[in-house]
């Protein structure tokens, strides 16, 4: 077999559709633009419409097929609203990204309710809202990948984990449930496990003197991570090649989380 088909019936996305939330900032838009290249069709939501232009418009510019929908996903209507949305762009999605998230960690005796649901909301509701609007139909066609976009402090307490660390381990227990739920119809669901990565989300953290230099030195790189390092990762798990792969956290994390 010619390299070139092997290639592609291994890795291309083409004649899919993508959702991908957070999708318009940090590793969310490094994840749009890999999926738009390997030929899927791709939804981005987030809120702010003067950056999901901005980034649809550098899809289109590079030939990809991209849309984009406004919307609140700390609100449980929002999420249904961004959901047809998404479908009246390109059609029901073989992909659904859940990158969107809020990063509001106050010391623990601080941490009250209002930042415990808010967090909830954003980092666990919403993808679980739309996994189950989404897998059921998936699976219904025999084909889905689901990817839910994690973190560090799913696994270890650094940095006031708080509810963050709590909504993000919670979320890759829902991994699991849904890669038990649909697998065996064709649906993988795993997690991306980033290790640092310098974005809006972290903005706070960037901004204390010597922390980028010492996550840095945690890694076995030597350095933190960027968005476009998340790019082959969701490539594979999106595709038809890691179709036996799910319930799976995978670290991209420059060997953060070994050292």
């Not at 941490?111 to 909301?121: I, K, R």
């Amino acid at each position: 077999m010619e390299s070139h088909a092997y290639l592609k019936e291994l890795f291309s996305l083409e004649g899919l559709v993508a959702v991908v939330t957070g999708g318009s900032s940090g590793i969310g838009r490094g994840i749009a633009g890999a999926l738009a290249r390997a030929g899927a069709s791709v939804v981005v939501v987030a809120r702010g419409e003067a950056a999901l232009a901005d980034t649809v418009g550098a899809l289109t510019d590079e030939g990809g097929r991209a849309a984009w929908v406004s919307a609140d996903l700390g609100d449980r209507d929002g999420v249904r609203a961004a959901a047809e949305g998404a479908v009246a762009a390109f059609g029901e999605p073989d992909i659904l990204v859940n990158c969107a998230g809020i990063n509001l960690r106050p010391p623990m005796d601080e941490l009250g309710e209002e930042v415990w649901d808010t967090t909830m909301a954003v980092n666990l509701t919403a993808p679980f809202l739309l996994g189950q609007r989404f897998g059921p139909g998936m699976a219904e066609r025999g084909y889905g990948r689901i990817i839910h976009i994690t973190s560090q402090q799913a696994h270890r307490a650094f940095v006031r984990s708080g509810a963050y660390g709590v909504s993000k381990g919670a979320l890759e227990s829902l991994a699991r449930s849904q890669a038990e739920a649909w697998s065996s119809s064709g649906v993988t669901c795993n997690t991306l496990v980033p290790g640092f990565v310098p974005t809006p989300l972290n903005a706070r953290l960037c901004a204390e003197p010597g922390r980028l230099e010492e996550l840095a030195a945690r890694t076995l790189t030597g350095r933190n991570g960027l968005p476009e390092d998340f790019a082959g990762a969701a490539v594979f798990l999106a595709g038809r090649g890691s179709s036996y792969v799910t319930g799976q956290a995978l670290f991209v994390d420059g060997g953060f989380s070994v050292h």
